[in-house]
């Protein structure tokens, strides 16, 4: 059975913990509030307090993770602290996730904040992913669909694969 990581656990990441815990993953979901642990462990997943500001918070919670799901795409923040989540802090992120169990990251790629932020954000993910060899799918799925579109992107990340790294679809 694969672990799947849901950084960012909010309303959407409890929707998909709730659905991957239904079909067999073993989920667990980071939140920088220890009141939403409850909310959490509600939708079937392992609470870890871990905030994506402070990388080095996240690292322990990737001990026996498959794929890390990055749901960060309407965080919310000033300009410059949502700029640093997903350019310097996601590069750092991507960096540590080298030597760690992590075959496979979905990246959010739509949402409420500046598009032209998270279409660099995908970029980032795609060559860091590139250049260490973990399959990697950005989800820009529509509301609607969001969840069935995850789900499949997770299911594609981690089915076999004879390409190696490089994007799934999402």
Not at 1 to 20: D, F, N, P, S, T
Not at 28 to 35: A, F, K, M, S
Not at 92 to 103: A, E, G, N, S, V
């Amino acid at each position: 059975m694969a672990r799947v990581l849901i950084v960012g656990c909010g309303c959407r990441g409890q929707e998909l913990a709730r659905e991957l815990n239904t079909i067999g993953y073993a989920v667990r979901g980071t939140t920088r509030n220890p009141d939403r642990r409850k909310d959490i462990e509600a939708a079937g997943a392992e609470a870890f307090l871990a905030d994506p500001d402070r990388v080095g918070t996240l690292i322990p919670a990737l001990a026996g993770v498959t794929v890390m799901c990055l749901l960060l795409a309407s965080a919310t923040g000033s300009p410059e602290h949502l700029r640093a989540l997903h350019t310097t802090r996601l590069e750092m992120l991507m960096q540590r996730t080298i030597d760690t169990t992590i075959h496979g990251l979905l990246y959010e790629g739509k949402g409420t904040i500046d598009e032209h932020l998270l279409t660099a954000g995908a970029e980032l993910v795609q060559r860091k992913c590139e250049q260490s060899l973990i399959r990697y799918a950005v989800l820009r799925a529509e509301r609607a669909n969001w969840l069935t579109e995850a789900v499949t992107a997770i299911d594609a990340l981690l089915a076999p694969s004879s390409a190696g790294a490089g994007p799934t679809a999402a």
